[in-house]
């Protein structure tokens, strides 16, 4: 019994190229999760003018920017100190998380809820930012090359 299924392309003699770890895996994670959060917030900024008008626009796109800035905040701190101290990156992230919920409670407190805010949008602009920043994320670290191992070092062969 013969297979009538195409064999694919033929194999070449060349050698595989090598990849590496993925660079600036951080700052990659922030223009991917912005641009993804920005847009939705785009568009949940004009459904949002359309039935609330300017205000509730305002207000979608500034609980959208405040969860933007709380993550985006993250991804500096682990490109920075990633950079010098990878394994310390955790501890730092750690600490630095401790201090964005702080710092955000403290200012969200101390300047209060302007009139014209809608809570209504300013909470599905932030679940949405929520929602497609950590899908972005998800989908950027799916796709970053994590090099785990150190590549074993070439020795030239002795003259026997």
Same mark, same amino acid.
């Given at each position: 019994?013969?297979?009538?299924?195409?064999?694919?392309?033929?194999?070449?003699? !060349?050698? +595989?190229? +090598?990849?590496? /770890?993925?660079?600036?895996?951080?700052?990659?994670? $922030?223009?991917?999760? =912005?641009?993804?959060?920005?847009?939705?917030?785009?568009?949940?900024?004009?459904?949002?003018?359309?039935?609330?008008?300017?205000? !509730?626009?305002?207000? *979608?796109?500034?609980? !959208?920017? #405040?969860?933007?800035? @709380? &993550?985006?905040?993250? #991804?500096? +701190?682990?490109?920075?100190?990633?950079? =010098?101290? /990878?394994?310390?990156?955790?501890?730092? &992230?750690? *600490?630095?998380? @401790?201090?964005?919920? +702080?710092?955000?409670?403290?200012?969200? &407190?101390?300047?209060?809820? /302007?009139?014209? $805010?809608?809570?209504?949008? &300013? #909470?599905?602009?932030?679940?949405?930012?929520?929602?497609?920043?950590?899908?972005?994320?998800?989908?950027? @670290?799916?796709?970053?090359?994590?090099?785990?191992?150190?590549?074993?070092?070439?020795?030239? /062969?002795?003259?026997?």
């Amino acid at each position: 019994m013969t297979s009538n299924a195409d064999s694919g392309p033929v194999s070449g003699n !060349g050698p +595989v190229g +090598v990849s590496g /770890p993925t660079r600036s895996l951080w700052l990659r994670l $922030l223009v991917l999760s =912005s641009l993804a959060a920005g847009a939705g917030l785009v568009l949940c900024s004009v459904v949002a003018a359309f039935l609330d008008g300017v205000s !509730g626009a305002l207000s *979608a796109v500034l609980g !959208g920017l #405040l969860v933007m800035l @709380f &993550f985006g905040i993250s #991804l500096l +701190v682990g490109h920075f100190v990633g950079r =010098s101290n /990878p394994s310390g990156a955790i501890g730092v &992230f750690v *600490a630095t998380y @401790f201090i964005k919920v +702080v710092g955000f409670a403290v200012v969200l &407190f101390l300047i209060g809820a /302007p009139e014209w $805010l809608h809570g209504r949008w &300013f #909470l599905i602009g932030a679940v949405a930012a929520v929602v497609l920043w950590q899908g972005a994320e998800i989908y950027g @670290f799916s796709k970053a090359r994590l090099q785990i191992y150190n590549d074993p070092e070439t020795k030239e /062969p002795r003259d026997v």
